[in-house]
């Protein structure tokens, strides 16, 4: 069921465990060990996988994401947050309860 992927900016995710990542020419590339599958995330698929090594909410990553790519906020959200349902989905990243 597609919404249990649904995040918000206030979801704490972070990288999930088993994935072989690999930069190529500037990209990205990942293989994930559980699925066997692989996944080319670009540039700034990168950037972001970067940023969720270790928890950070949503809000927090798409701040540092504007700032890095000098990006509106509302636009920076509205194409990050698909990304990340999408790595939630592939079971490529977790939600982090109760960190604070």
Known sequence: MLSEY???KETT??????NIISDMD?????MSIDN???YN?????GCIWGNIKTPISIQQLI?????????DQSKCQNEVIPFLE????EKLIMIEKDLK
């Open 6 to 8: 649904k995040l918000s």
């Open 13 to 18: 995710i972070v990288q999930s465990p088993g």
């Open 26 to 30: 500037g990209e990205t590339v990942m």
């Open 36 to 38: 066997g599958k692989y």
């Open 41 to 45: 995330l670009g540039t700034i698929g």
């Open 63 to 71: 701040s540092k994401l504007t700032k890095d790519f000098d990006v």
């Open 86 to 89: 999408l790595l939630l989905k």
